[in-house]
């Protein structure tokens, strides 16, 4: 099973902030990787895939990034409206997906 | 756009096999291009993956639940099913319907990503 560990669990920002979450994957995942925004009492929502394609009407402001089995999402200009819960997930082992644990955005 | 919305019981007995259903609209099920899945999440395990099933008739299941699970495209209803043999309480979650798109089936397929899912239905095993 492959193992994605983020980081930090809770990272604490102000709005406009430039912020940066990772995703460590325990083998490598090819660039099959998917970043989720879920907010409280929501579903999540697809942000990014392929580890850097933002999907459709997502603002620019989230990017991805890869480097080997370390994944980043970036957002640039924290907005009010993204303080969640994000979190990676491969979809490269078939079929045994599996998700990291999640990082919290929480204001500062 | 499409819409995903699952129904079936909130509260079911351990030992039983509850069964979920999604209901697809603004997309059909009939579709070569999408795939249709099951995602549960809870406080002690977070996200996992269940399985997906195709228009094709295939079905995939994460092998941590194989032997329990079974996932059916129904497609004179638009409508996709889970269900999920002899729970316990560990099984107690929010469960989420979801599609994505693909290209091809199975392991040699490219993903990209669960583009949609459905608010999820919270199942609890009590007896």
Redesign the interface.
Known sequence: EVVLTQSPATLSASPGERVTLSCRASQSVSN?I?W?QQKLG?????L???ASTR??GVPARFSGSASGTDFTLTINGLQSEDFAVY?C?Q?DA?????????TKVDMK | QMFLQESGPGLVRPSETPSLTCTVSGGSVRSYDHYWGWVRQSPGKGLEWIGSGFYSGSTYYNPSFRSRVSISVDTSRNKFSLELESVTAADTAVYFCVCGRSYGYGSTAVYYGLGFWGRGIRVVVSS
């Open positions: 099959n998917a989720y929501q579903a999540p929502s697809l990014i895939f392929r999907a459709s979190f997930h979809y078939w079929p045994l997906w599996t998700f990291g644990q999640g």
